[in-house]
Every structure is written in structure tokens, then in C-alpha cells.
């Protein structure tokens, strides 16, 4: 008998099975719904992301991939494949050429990274930003003669505290229009500090409360709809809020649909990459909305830089493009514009600098001259414009500051000052305990040269956001700390308190003026007034701190108001709607708030 013969040579090898591509019914129909379906999502994608038509925004290679993805999502849904295997085969052949589109977007990109990375770019990151070092302290602003004048330029209070004034006048809305109370309120995100006719001010654009109040002024009564009626202006040194309803806002970064700022923008200019969108006015009063435009100079993504901005009518939409050299340049139709950079890329470039002046591998390793920014800015007036101000500090988190950063938020001239002292969270904690009983906590500080002496200076507020005193810390002698003496005391206690403060540590500062002129308001504010008795029922009662000094209004009508100081009328802080008090009211005028005094509960009047 011949032997079996047996062919293992392909053992345990399963052959190949070619996949069957069926076809669903009336494929090529599938097929148009498919593109037709994702035409339509582009169109909708577009609307809403808002992406520029650039390559070198990561937008751009995000919607791309997002509209392929519909195509993908579509093949899928309408060939069946979900509900029915055997159409999978079909579905994944449909979806080859989008996916790899897909991924060359995203070969795309990560090569773009990596070529854009500080790994590879270190020198150029730390050269976005361009300064000047210089040891004269005199280009900060300088109380030496006159202090009024000096004081005026300085910011009594910060973001928080304007922020609570405005929002205590959008009740006058009520005054203007039935219906228009409750209907705002402050659109804090794009508030900005400018320099309007020579003193730091806060201005805050208004948005509706909520979209339903929107919905109902906008599109139910679109024919009395010509925007958001004004904005708030709030003076950072006398502290005192106004609400301007001279023009109605009818673009905005809170609007809807094609009133909506980012979106007009978008349309208008598809290409461009936007940065920062602040809100400032004019020096008549004029809204305006300052859009940065922005390029990466450092590879495809990286360094981000400025390269001009647009001035956005915020009444017409009206856009005027302008670019670096008009911003730097002696112009009087721009010369108002305060933020062509917005403080957070111009810290941001600074730290590069900061973490990459000695190269990619000496920011994480040895870290010999790596600095960075402290924890925290804030803002000067000096003369037409507005400076960025930061201290600069070792990144091994010490308490101590190696200088501090002065920018141009219109031209980005930059400065750099070298001294050495106490970082400003330092000398907020030094303010802080010289008044822990009180629990008052001190404001970000502000840099102020004093006769030659670089100087923190800094509010002190309770827990409603109301100014109650000042305080001054030296930097370099940071155990000098002055405080008002008392609740309530002025500006020129605190500078005579740290005058004094330095003469005990050896340093005589050569200060003169009027330190009274530069204290609570003006004299009258603060002295007693005399006049008519005046008697009633309290129907509302508002407060306002301007220069440290609280304020009461009074009203028993809603209509005319009595103002009162804190400082001369101690029980007015008692005082609640539907108490029946007496006050002597000046009578030689027909303004609807008046000066007033000696105001008191009707009951102790009378004994």
C-alpha cells in the first residue's frame, strides 16, 4: 500500500478573503446627499466657529478636518452601514480619500508645531519683545512740587472696585425709560483702562441681562431696536461712575447673529487672524471697538505678534484698518487709542524673553539669568497714553524683585528699570498686616516715584469693594510701610505718613504742595453745610467712595437726592429705606443732588 502523501506547506494559514463591496440602492444619489450634507454643515460650521482662512491659525486645520468628518459621518448614515454589516465595506471605501485628507491636516499641523516650538526657535521667541534698561526712574511718574497735579494721572482704585460703581449706576437706566430697569448689565470681559482727557478712566459696555431680555428688545421690538443704549465711565481717581446714554451700541461681543462683533469681523476680513477686542471712547465720548490683528512671526504658529489693529465704529460697524507705523506715528485721529496690545500678550513676550534669552536647555537646566514677571500688572496713565506696569522676578519664586517692566500699550516702546526690593505681592502683605484687625486687604500696587524713591502704592478696601484707606510701601526698604491713620484719611495723610516713615529710616524726601488738595473731594465736600431742615421717609438710599471718602445720596422721592458725607455724618450708615430722618439741605440750588448735612434719625432730631 503507497503511503498517504500530505501537503503541509501551508498550514495554519487562513487565504485571504477579498471584501465584497455592495453597493446601497441608488448609490450615486447617496453619494450628491453626502457632499450636499456636508456643504451644508461648512456653512454652518463656519458661522459659528468663525474660523480664518489662514494656515497659520490651528482654526483653520480644526474646521477642515471638522468638514471631512461630516462627510465620513455621512457616507456612513446614508448607505445603511449603521443598521446593515454588510454596507461597511462600501461606507469605509467612500470615507478613504477624506480620512487621509484628515490626516495630511494633521501631518500638517504637528509638523507645523514642532517647527514653531521654542525647542527648536528659542533665539527668536526671546526677541519678540524689544527694551530698553535704563537707571533713570524719572520716566515713571514723579511727585515732587506739585501734587495735585501728580495725583490726578494715579489710579485710586482697581478693576474690582470700578467694576462695583459701575454696576450701582445701571440703575439709572430706570430714570430714562420705562422698562429698562433690570434689562443690562456690565460686559466686565472687555472693560478698559484708558486715558481720557488726561485721567485714568474704566469704561464698561453694557450687554442684556440674558438672551430672553434680548430676544425681547431686539427681534420682538425691532422697530425701537437701535442697540444697547451706552455704556459706563468710571474715574479710577475720584472715583466717581457715569452712565452715557448719548449713543446706542448696535455692535458688540455680546450681540447675536450678524450684530455679533466677532462675526461681522469675520465676514469683513476672512483671512485675518484677531486678537484681543477691548472697548474705549474717543475724546468726545465716542464708542469705539479696538480689535488687535495679529500674525506668527516664528514659524507657521508661534510668536504671536501685532501687526495693526482696527477701529470698529461701534454704532455703524464702520472698520478702519490701521497698521504699526500710523499707531507709532504722531496721530491725531488715533492718538485717543490706549490698547493696540493687550496686557497679557505683552507679559506673555516678555516672559519669553525671560525663559529663553540663554537658550531652550538654560530654561530648564543651570536657569542662569532666566527671569520672569511677577504675579500680577497693572496700569499708569502717563501723558497721552497708558503703560503696562509688571515687577520682574527670578523664576526660583522668591520675595524679591530684580526690576520692573514698563510698556506702551499703543506704540509697545518698552522699558526695563533694574532694582532690587520686594515684589508687589510682598508689599500687599506688608499693607496687609497693618490693618489684619480691620480685615481690609490691599489692591494690586501701583509704581510711583517719590522724589527718587521707587514706591508701592496701593488702596486698602473692606469686603464691598469701598476704598477706606492708602498705604505706601518702599521697595527697597520694604519694612517701610505708611497708612493712612485713620478710616477714611486722605491721600495727602498717607504721603505725609510716608515722608515721615522715611525720615525715621534715614531718607529725606523733598516733597512740596498743598497736601490737603489732594484729599477727600474739595473743601466744601467736607465741611458742614448750612441751609433749610428738610424731613421725610427714605425711598432709597446709594452710596459712592470717591477719594476715601464714602458718600451717602438720599432721596424721599426718587427724584432729587441728598448728599452726605460719612466722615461728617457718622449715623448715615444706619440709615434704611422707610426711615424717617431730617437733614439741612442747601437751598441756592436747583441740581437734583444736593449737598447736605446733619443728617439723623427724625426721633434724635427732635430731642
Not at 194 to 214: E, S, T
Not at 244 to 250: C, E, F, L, P
Not at 330 to 346: F, G, M, V
Not at 551 to 568: E, G, K, M, P, Q
Request: hydrophobic share 40%; aromatic share 14%.
Amino acid at each position: 500500500m503507497d503511503p498517504i502523501k500530505v501537503d503541509f506547506s501551508d498550514s495554519g494559514k487562513k487565504k485571504s478573503v477579498k471584501e465584497v463591496l455592495i453597493p446601497p440602492e441608488k448609490a450615486g444619489l447617496k453619494i450628491a446627499i453626502n457632499i450636499i450634507l456636508t456643504l451644508i454643515a461648512a456653512v454652518v460650521i463656519y458661522y459659528f466657529m468663525l474660523p480664518p482662512m489662514n494656515p497659520k491659525a490651528y482654526e483653520f486645520y480644526i474646521y477642515f478636518a471638522s468638514i471631512f468628518g461630516v462627510y465620513v459621518a455621512s457616507a456612513f448614515l446614508t448607505s445603511g452601514a449603521f443598521a446593515k454589516p454588510e454596507y461597511i465595506p462600501y461606507a469605509r471605501r467612500q470615507s478613504i480619500a477624506p480620512i487621509a485628507v484628515v490626516l495630511v491636516i494633521g501631518l500638517v499641523a504637528g509638523i507645523g508645531y514642532l517647527v514653531s516650538s521654542p525647542f527648536f526657535r528659542a533665539k527668536d521667541y526671546s526677541q519678540i519683545l524689544q527694551f530698553e534698561e535704563s537707571d533713570d526712574i524719572s520716566d515713571v511718574i514723579t511727585i515732587i512740587s506739585d501734587t495735585e497735579e501728580a495725583f490726578k494721572n494715579i489710579p485710586l482704585i482697581d478693576k474690582a472696585s470700578a467694576e462695583a460703581l459701575a454696576d450701582k449706576q445701571l440703575g439709572d437706566f430706570a430714570k430714562l425709560s420705562a422698562g429698562y430697569e433690570s434689562q443690562f448689565e456690565l460686559l466686565t470681559n472687555d472693560s478698559t483702562q484708558i486715558n481720557y482727557h488726561g485721567v485714568p478712566y474704566r469704561v464698561y459696555p453694557l450687554q442684556y441681562a440674558d438672551l430672553f431680555k434680548w430676544f425681547l428688545n431686539s427681534v420682538v421690538d425691532t422697530d425701537e431696536y437701535e442697540g444697547i443704549p451706552g455704556y459706563v465711565l468710571v474715574n479710577m481717581n475720584s472715583q466717581e461712575a457715569e452712565l452715557v446714554t448719548a449713543y446706542d451700541i448696535k455692535y458688540s461681543t455680546a450681540e447675536h447673529f450678524n450684530e455679533f462683533l466677532a462675526r461681522k469681523l469675520r465676514f469683513e476680513y476672512p483671512t485675518y487672524l484677531f486678537g484681543e477686542i477691548s472697548f474705549e471712547v474717543d475724546e468726545e465720548g465716542y464708542p469705539y471697538w479696538i480689535v488687535e490683528c495679529l500674525d506668527k512671526t516664528i514659524g507657521l504658529f508661534g510668536g504671536e505678534d501685532v501687526i495693526g489693529i482696527l477701529k470698529v465704529d461701534a454704532q455703524t460697524g464702520e472698520c478702519v484698518e490701521y497698521g504699526l507705523e500710523e499707531l507709532t506715528a504722531d496721530n491725531s485721529e488715533i492718538s485717543w487709542i490706549d490698547q493696540a496690545y493687550d496686557a497679557d500678550l505683552l507679559v506673555k513676550q516678555y516672559n519669553y524673553y525671560g525663559n529663553y534669552n540663554g537658550g531652550f536647555w538654560n530654561s530648564l537646566i543651570g536657569q542662569s539669568n532666566v527671569r520672569k514677571s511677577s504675579d500680577g500688572y497693572s496700569f499708569l496713565a502717563n501723558e497721552d497714553d497708558v503703560y503696562l506696569y509688571t515687577g520682574v522676578t527670578s523664576v526660583t519664586g522668591d520675595q524679591s524683585i530684580l526690576g520692573f517692566l514698563l510698556i506702551n500699550q499703543r506704540t509697545k516702546d518698552a522699558y526695563f528699570y533694574p532694582t532690587t526690593g520686594a515684589t508687589e505681592k510682598s508689599a500687599q502683605a506688608s499693607a496687609n498686616g497693618k490693618v489684619s484687625d480691620k480685615g481690609w486687604l490691599a489692591t494690586f500696587p501701583l509704581l510711583l516715584n517719590i522724589d527718587g524713591e521707587p514706591t508701592y502704592f496701593m488702596s486698602l478696601k473692606d469686603s464691598s469693594q469701598l476704598v477706606k484707606t492708602f498705604a505706601m510701601v518702599n521697595v527697597q526698604q520694604y519694612s517701610v510701610v505708611a497708612i493712612s491713620p485713620n478710616e477714611d484719611a486722605d491721600l495727602g495723610d498717607c504721603l505725609q505718613a510716608y515722608i515721615s516713615e522715611m525720615a525715621k529710616n534715614g531718607v529725606e524726601l523733598d516733597i512740596s504742595g498743598n497736601f490737603e488738595d489732594i484729599g477727600n473731594g474739595t473743601d466744601s465736600d467736607n465741611e458742614p453745610v448750612t441751609g433749610e431742615t428738610v424731613s421725610g421717609v427714605l425711598t432709597d438710599i446709594r452710596t459712592q467712595t470717591v477719594a476715601g471718602t464714602t458718600y451717602y445720596y438720599l432721596s424721599f422721592d426718587n427724584t432729587v437726592y441728598y448728599r452726605v458725607s460719612a466722615s461728617l455724618n457718622g449715623e448715615a450708615v444706619l440709615f434704611n429705606i422707610g426711615d424717617t430722618i431730617t437733614l439741612t439741605a442747601a437751598t441756592e440750588t436747583e441740581d437734583t443732588i444736593i449737598p447736605a448735612d446733619d443728617a439723623a434719625f427724625a426721633a434724635a432730631a427732635a430731642e
